[in-house]
C-alpha cells in the first residue's frame, strides 16, 4: 500500500509541476516570442556584381585577427574562366586577399597560366566563406563539443575547448576551416557574430563596394535577402552532400565548385 | 594598431604541395601520425586476436607466441594513443574526449573504448599471470642478496597481485575460466576498437575516397594481418636475440630464476619453438590476407565501374599520381609477393618472416594510401596536394609530423616491451601457464 | 579469499569513479545540450556570450560620419563614394583614441583591385575601367595623377 501511496503522491505531484508550468507558458505568449525572435541568420553572394577585388578578404583578416601574412583565411574569392573550348581555369592565389590584378591563373606548381582573351568564353568571380549549414557535417563529426550550432543557426567554435583534431576540418565539405595561425585552434567564419548580434553588418559585407554580399534573416519576410532568395534563381554549392547550406548565390555556374 | 608579434605557423603549410586549383585552407591536415595511428591501433588489434586464437578457440600450437602476442600487443596499446597525442594541435585538451564526448562523432568514442580495451588486455594478463606474480612475490621474499632490480620488482609485484595469494587449484581454474572470458570479449572489443578507426575515414563524407561503408571491414581484416604479421616478425627477432644469446651461455629476455637450472635454454629447443610457431602463425595470417585482399580490390573495382563525379579526381591520384605507391608497394610488394611466398611449398621459417615483414610494410603503404591519399585531391576536384614528409625538422610542428614522429612512434613500443618483459616475461615456457 | 577474479573488476571500478570525479570538477557547469540538440548544439553555452564579445575592428561610415561628417557629407556624391572609408584608410579600431591616426593605404596595388583590367565577361569586372598595370605609368603611385575619391581626370 505504500508503494501505491508514493506513486499516487509521485503522480499528483508531476501533474501538478507541468499545469503550472504549462500555465506559465500561456500567460503571454508574446512576450515568449519577443524574447526568442524568430532568427535564422542566411548570407546572398550575387556573383555578377563581385569584381574580385578582395577587399572582403583583406576587411575579414583584420576583422578576424588571422595575420594577414599567413594563407589560410575564413572567406576567400575564386576566379573561374571558362574557355570557348569548354575547358575551365580556376585560380585562387592567397585565397585573393590582394584581389585580382593579373591576367595570370595561378596554378601553384604547374605555374602561372595565361589565357589569351579571345578565347575566354565568359569569366566571373565567386565569393565563398562558411554556409552555416543547416546540418553542419563539422559539428557532427566534433569530438568534444568545441563547435556548435547557435539557436539562430550560426556555427562556430570554442576555441577554449577545441583539441585541434582536424576532423572538422576533414568533414566540412567547403573547406572553410582551417587551423588558426596563431590560436592553434579549429577556425572559420562566424558570419561576424558580434557584429550582427549587435545590429550591424559583416565585415566582409561592409567592405564590399558593389553590394556582392549580404547578410539577412531568412525568417523575416520582409528581410532583403530572404526576398530575394524567394523571389530570384539562387544556387547553393554541394548540396549533394545534404548539409543543407544557408549561403545563398545568384548566378552560380555548373562549372563553380 | 594592433601587432601581430605572436608566432604564427599555417599548419600543414610545411609539408604540403599543391597543384592546379586548391582552395586556400586546404592542406595535408592528417599526414604521418594519422598513417601511424590506424597502423598502431591495428597492430594492437591483430596481436590480440592472434593470442586470443589460442584462448578462445583452444589452437594449441599457437600456445607459445599467444603468450608473447599478449604481452605485446600490451606494450603497443599506449603507442596506439601516442600518434593522436602527437597529432593534436592542443594535446593538454586531449582528456576532452573523456570529459565531453560528443557521440555523434567516430573519434569521441576512443577515449571510452580505448580504455574498455586496455582493461581487458590488463586483466588478461593479470590472470594469465597471476600465479607467476605469487610465485615471484615469495621467491623473491625469502631470497637473501636481491639484485636492485629484484629490489625494485618485489613491490612492484605486490601491488599488481592486488594481494590475491591464492594459488590452489580450484583459484587457478577460475583464472582459466577467466581467462577465456576475457579473451573472448577482447576479440570485438578489439575489431570495435579497430573498424571504428575505419570508420573515422569512411564516414568523412566530404572526402571521396574515404567514404565508403566498407571501410571499417578493410581496417580490420588488414589489422589483424598486420597484428599477426609484426608478431611473426617480432617473435622471430627476439628469439633469434635469445639464440644468440644462448650460443654465449646467456639467457637474455628471461628472468634467470626461470632459466632452466640457471642455465641459457639449449638453442636448439629455441630453434624448434622458433620454426614451429613462426610457420603455424604465417597460415593464419594467409588467411586474414586473403580476405582484406577481396575487400580492398572489390572497393576499387566498384569506384571504377561507378564513376561518381569524383572519379576523374581518384583516377587521376589511383592511376597517375600514386601509381607506385598503391600497385607497386601496397598490392605489388606488400600483397600478391608475400601471398606468393607463403603459398609456395616448402615454407621456411626465414621465408616466412621476410613475407611478414612485406606484409607490415604493405599495410603501412594501406595506411598510408588511404590517409595521405584521400587527401591528395581538393575538395574541388580539379587541384591535386602532395604530402612531402619532413625528413630535417626546423621545429617541433616538422618533428612531430616528419620522419621523427615516425620513428619515436615505431620504436616506442619495442621500448615498452622491454620494461615490460620484465616484469610479465613474455617468453615464459613453463607447462603450467597457459 | 573467495572471488579474486573479481578485484581487477574493482580497480576499474576505482578508476572510473575517479574519472567521473574529475570530470565534474573539469566539465564547466554550462556546457551541455543546447537549443540545436546533441547532435549540433552540445557545447559550453558561455562561448556563445564570448562571441558575441568579440572585438569589432571595422566601425562602417556611420562611425567615421561622427566627426567627419563634413568629408562624408562631401564625398558621397564621389566617383569613388560607393567605396567604404576603411577599406583605404584602415580599420578604425578605437580610433581617434587607439590608434590616434589611421595609416591610409596610397599603393598602386590598392587601386589594381579593381582596376587592372582582366577580360571576365558575365562580371561587374568588365564594368569597371580597367588599365594595364604593366603599361600604364609604370612604377608611378595613382593617386600622383588621380584624386583618389574622384579619379577620373577630366573632372579635375
Redesign the interface.
Known amino acids: 500500500m505504500k508503494r501505491r501511496d508514493f506513486l499516487k503522491n509521485t503522480a499528483v505531484f508531476v501533474a501538478g509541476a507541468s499545469v503550472s508550468v504549462a500555465a506559465l507558458d500561456f500567460i503571454d505568449p508574446k512576450e515568449l516570442l519577443a524574447a526568442n525572435p524568430e532568427l535564422k541568420w542566411g548570407f546572398l553572394v550575387d556573383t555578377y556584381k563581385c569584381v574580385g577585388c578582395g577587399f572582403c578578404v583583406k576587411a575579414c583578416k583584420t576583422e578576424s585577427d588571422i595575420p594577414f601574412e599567413a594563407n589560410v583565411t575564413r572567406t576567400w574569392v575564386e576566379r573561374y574562366v571558362i574557355k570557348r573550348d569548354g575547358d575551365v581555369v580556376m585560380d585562387c592565389p592567397k585565397g585573393a586577399r590582394d584581389g585580382y590584378t593579373t591576367k595570370l591563373l595561378d596554378e601553384n606548381r604547374s605555374g602561372m597560366v595565361e589565357v589569351p582573351d579571345e578565347e575566354i568564353a565568359q569569366a566571373f568571380f565567386v565569393p565563398k566563406l562558411c554556409n552555416h549549414c543547416t546540418t553542419p557535417a563539422c559539428v557532427q563529426v566534433c569530438p568534444v563539443g568545441a563547435t556548435y550550432q547557435t539557436a539562430d543557426g550560426v556555427v562556430l567554435v570554442d576555441w577554449t575547448w577545441c583539441i585541434g583534431c582536424g576532423y572538422c576540418i576533414m568533414g566540412c565539405p567547403y573547406g572553410v576551416r582551417f587551423f588558426h595561425p596563431v590560436e592553434r585552434v579549429a577556425d572559420k567564419c562566424t558570419f561576424c557574430y558580434h557584429r550582427i548580434s549587435k545590429g550591424g553588418n559583416t565585415a566582409c559585407a561592409q567592405a564590399c563596394p558593389f553590394g556582392a554580399r549580404q547578410i539577412g534573416n531568412l525568417k523575416d519576410p520582409n528581410d532583403p535577402v530572404a526576398q530575394a532568395i524567394m523571389t530570384q534563381r539562387v544556387g547553393i554549392l554541394r548540396d549533394e552532400y545534404g548539409t543543407k547550406p544557408n549561403v545563398y548565390y545568384i548566378g552560380l555556374n555548373k562549372e563553380v565548385r | 594598431?594592433?601587432e601581430?608579434v605572436?608566432?604564427?605557423?599555417?599548419?600543414?603549410?610545411a609539408w604540403t604541395?599543391?597543384?592546379?586549383?586548391?582552395?586556400?585552407?586546404?592542406?595535408v591536415?592528417?599526414s604521418i601520425q594519422i598513417v601511424l595511428y590506424p597502423y598502431m591501433t591495428g597492430l594492437v588489434a591483430g596481436a590480440f586476436v592472434l593470442s586470443s586464437l589460442y584462448h578462445v578457440f583452444n589452437v594449441e600450437k599457437l600456445k607459445e607466441i599467444a603468450r608473447y602476442a599478449l604481452v605485446f600487443s600490451f606494450a603497443l596499446l599506449p603507442v596506439a594513443m601516442m600518434p593522436?597525442m602527437l597529432?593534436?594541435?592542443?594535446?593538454f585538451?586531449?582528456?576532452?574526449?573523456?570529459?565531453?564526448?560528443?557521440?555523434?562523432?567516430?573519434?569521441?568514442a576512443?577515449g571510452i573504448v580505448f580504455m574498455t580495451y586496455a582493461?581487458i588486455v590488463?586483466?588478461e594478463i593479470?590472470?594469465v599471470y597471476r600465479k607467476f606474480i605469487v610465485e615471484s612475490i615469495y621467491r623473491l621474499t625469502e631470497k637473501q642478496d636481491c639484485t636492485r632490480l629484484e629490489r625494485l620488482l618485489l613491490p612492484i609485484y605486490k601491488v599488481i597481485s592486488?594481494?590475491?595469494?591464492?594459488i590452489s587449484d580450484k583459484?587457478l581454474n577460475?583464472?582459466h575460466?577467466?581467462i577465456k572470458f576475457l579473451a573472448a570479449l577482447g576479440i570485438p572489443v578489439a575489431c570495435f576498437l579497430h573498424g571504428y578507426a575505419g570508420f573515422?575515414f569512411g564516414?568523412?563524407?566530404?572526402?571521396a575516397l574515404w567514404m565508403t561503408p566498407l571501410m571499417p571491414v578493410i581496417f580490420i581484416c588488414s589489422a589483424v594481418v598486420s597484428g599477426i604479421a609484426l608478431c611473426i616478425v617480432s617473435y622471430y627477432l627476439f628469439m633469434e636475440i635469445r639464440k644468440w644469446a644462448a650460443k654465449r651461455g646467456k639467457n637474455w629476455l628471461l628472468p634467470d630464476a626461470l632459466a632452466q637450472g640457471g642455465t641459457a635454454i639449449p638453442v636448439e629447443q629455441l630453434r624448434s619453438i622458433q620454426e614451429h610457431e613462426v610457420k603455424i602463425t604465417s597460415k593464419y595470417l594467409l588467411i586474414f590476407m586473403t580476405a582484406a585482399l577481396t575487400l580492398e580490390i572489390l572497393d576499387m573495382i566498384f569506384r571504377g565501374y561507378t564513376a561518381v563525379?569524383s572519379w576523374d579526381a581518384l583516377r587521376m591520384v589511383i592511376y597517375e599520381h600514386d601509381f607506385m605507391k598503391i600497385f607497386v608497394y601496397q598490392y605489388g610488394i606488400g600483397n600478391f609477393l608475400p601471398f606468393l611466398m607463403l603459398l609456395l611449398p616448402g615454407l621456411t621459417t626465414r621465408r616466412a618472416v621476410i613475407a611478414s615483414s612485406l606484409v607490415l610494410f604493405g599495410v603501412f603503404m594501406m595506411r598510408w594510401n588511404v590517409v595521405i591519399g584521400g587527401q591528395a585531391f581538393?575538395?574541388?576536384?580539379?587541384?591535386f596536394m602532395e604530402y612531402s614528409m619532413p625528413i630535417i625538422p626546423h621545429d617541433i610542428e616538422t618533428f612531430k609530423e616528419g620522419l621523427g614522429g615516425m620513428l619515436s612512434v615505431i620504436v616506442t613500443p619495442f621500448i615498452i616491451f622491454y620494461f615490460l618483459n620484465m616484469i610479465f616475461p613474455a617468453f615464459m615456457t613453463d607447462n603450467e601457464s597457459h | 579469499m573467495k572471488n579474486h577474479v573479481w578485484r581487477p573488476l574493482f580497480v576499474v571500478i576505482v578508476i572510473v569513479i575517479g574519472i567521473l570525479v574529475f570530470r565534474a570538477f573539469y566539465v564547466p557547469s554550462d556546457f551541455g545540450v543546447q537549443e540545436r540538440g546533441y547532435t549540433f548544439g552540445y557545447h559550453r553555452l558561455s562561448n556563445e556570450q564570448e562571441w558575441k564579445d568579440y572585438p569589432a575592428k571595422h566601425k562602417g561610415n556611420d562611425y567615421c560620419n561622427e566627426c567627419h561628417d563634413d568629408k562624408i557629407e562631401e564625398l558621397e556624391s564621389a566617383q569613388h563614394g560607393i567605396i567604404p572609408c576603411e577599406n583605404c584608410h584602415g580599420a578604425a579600431f578605437d580610433h581617434p583614441n587607439d590608434p590616434e591616426k589611421l595609416t591610409i593605404d596610397r599603393s598602386r596595388g590598392l587601386c589594381l583591385r579593381c582596376h587592372a583590367e582582366l577580360i571576365m565577361p558575365s562580371s561587374g569586372r568588365n564594368d569597371i575601367p580597367g588599365i594595364d598595370p604593366v603599361e600604364h605609368n609604370k612604377g608611378e603611385e595613382c593617386s600622383e595623377c588621380h584624386n583618389p575619391h574622384n579619379p577620373s581626370l577630366e573632372d579635375m
Open positions: 594598431m594592433v601581430q605572436a608566432q604564427m605557423v599555417v599548419h600543414g603549410e604541395i599543391k597543384d592546379l586549383f586548391v582552395l586556400p585552407n586546404e592542406y591536415y592528417w593522436l597529432h593534436l594541435m592542443q594535446p585538451r586531449g582528456i576532452n574526449v573523456l570529459m565531453t564526448p560528443h557521440f555523434t562523432s567516430a573519434i569521441s576512443f582493461f590488463a586483466a593479470w590472470f592486488l594481494g590475491a595469494m591464492d583459484a577460475s583464472d575460466k577467466a573515422i564516414s568523412v563524407k566530404a572526402n563525379k581538393s575538395l574541388t576536384f580539379a587541384g
